[in-house]
């Protein structure tokens, strides 16, 4: 329950930071060009409001809703989700959106698709800037990598070291490389720390990607980084910097065999192998009746000798440029495997996206999730699909090209349509998560 309420508490804060700056984007560039702003709302608000706000002197109320799927800015003279028709039918007012010129017009829609992407940008170079990049290249984790079932079925081993994918090595630095690595044709390992192996994969392989076990992790080997007073590790002596490397007659090259070997031996007095230093010791121990020792494992990047690089203040502005590019190519490259029945079973809602975060809380990784989700927010809302900013952007295009505006009452219809659309679409992607949760 705990880590439930974690992950929701952080899918909730990236979600309204980013609703935030998108929406804030067409309310800045609507106020540039003096359009009247009549409402700013984080999520939306049928029928009753949670909090709301409106200064003096101001024409615009600020507000909190309670349906959290998004937030909008209602500005006036303009066909949106308020779906308010009695304005529309008032004569234009100098400060509507529909007296603009379409260049300024196409300025507030594009307003909040910019915002996200540039907020994506500053997360990265955040993350350059007071994290640095560190990464454990694959050829140094020297156990190898734990594969999800999809991975086995491609050819992977448990175990195997990756080498290189079409020849080239495998830059972790790339935030894309995964998704390059399962678009080559040939991915090279060591398998068994003596045979190198080519591995062919299918044009399809990247739609074995499982939103829920993902792809791979890295094998972890089994060090203790210290051990809780009074649980059986302690009682058995283990000590800081062992590594455990059998339990029994079962060896334990990583984390997973020994979770497997402890619960076969649950309650039970065994025998555990150790390194300690140069020497190796057998020390009788025995597990709690769930498999458990009590001990702390020591983190992939204490273990894995890494590669840490350090970026200044102004150093980190161009990264976070790259990665931010790096990854939205990346996202958009790999949608073209949603029109797949693959792909499609894959798409997630709520539920899918908040497990991408850690059960735990981790700054790292909250900022990191923010950003990718970013992209995500900013490229969907460029999509042409009414009721979306690229919707709007595209009617506005036409009026450009041929000089026609199309008719409030045709806009009003394509709202209707798109906003019918993405309704049915949330319910598809939430009904995917409730399926692969309790019958899957």
Request: hydrophobic share 45%; proline share 5%.
């Amino acid at each position: 329950m705990e880590s439930f309420l974690i992950k929701a508490l952080q899918l909730i804060a990236a979600l309204s930071l980013l609703v935030i700056i998108h929406e804030f984007g067409h309310f800045l560039w609507a106020r540039v060009f003096k359009i009247r702003v009549e409402k700013f709302y984080l999520f939306f608000n049928p029928w009753f409001t949670l909090f709301k706000w409106k200064p003096k002197k101001s024409d615009t109320e600020y507000g909190i809703g309670w349906l959290p799927l998004g937030g909008y800015v209602k500005i006036a003279g303009m066909v949106d989700e308020s779906m308010d028709k009695e304005q529309m039918a008032q004569p234009p007012k100098p400060d509507e959106f529909r007296v603009k010129p379409a260049w300024q017009r196409l300025l507030v829609m594009t307003g909040g698709v910019l915002n996200n992407f540039i907020l994506a940008i500053i997360i990265y170079a955040g993350i350059a800037w007071y994290w640095g990049e560190k990464t454990i290249p694959y050829q140094n984790a020297y156990e190898g990598m734990d594969f999800a079932p999809a991975a086995i079925e491609l050819g992977f081993r448990n175990g195997d070291i990756l080498l290189s994918a079409d020849g080239r090595e495998i830059n972790q630095k790339d935030r894309g490389h995964l998704f390059k690595l399962l678009e080559s044709k040939t991915v090279t390992v060591l398998r068994n720390h003596r045979d190198t192996i080519d591995i062919l994969l299918p044009k399809n392989a990247i739609e074995q990607l499982d939103a829920e076990q993902g792809f791979m992790g890295y094998r972890i080997p089994v060090f203790v980084n210290k051990v809780v007073p009074g649980e059986p590790a302690a009682k058995a002596g283990l000590q800081p910097d062992d590594r455990i490397i059998a339990v029994g007659d079962s060896l334990t090259p990583s984390f997973g065999e020994l979770s497997r070997a402890l619960y076969l031996n649950g309650g039970r007095n065994t025998t555990v192998t150790l390194l300690r230093g140069n020497d190796t010791i057998s020390v009788a121990v025995t597990p709690t009746a769930d498999g458990k020792l009590g001990f702390e494992l020591k983190k992939p990047l204490e273990i894995f000798e890494c590669d840490t690089t350090r970026y200044g203040f102004l150093e980190s502005i161009p990264v976070g440029v790259t990665n931010g590019t790096e990854m939205l190519v990346t996202y958009v490259g790999s949608l073209k495997h949603i029109f797949s029945k693959k792909g499609a079973e894959s798409i997630g809602g709520f539920g899918a996206i908040g497990n991408m975060f850690p059960a735990k809380w981790n700054w790292l990784t909250f900022w990191e999730m923010t950003a990718f989700l970013s992209i995500i927010l900013a490229f969907m809302n460029l999509l042409p699909i009414p009721a979306l900013d690229g919707g709007h952007v595209a009617f506005l295009l036409w009026e450009v090209i041929t000089r026609r505006k199309p008719s409030d009452k045709f806009l009003e219809k394509a709202q209707m349509a798109g906003m019918l659309f993405l309704i049915a679409l949330l319910l598809y992607a939430n009904f995917n998560d409730i399926y692969r949760f309790f019958i899957k």
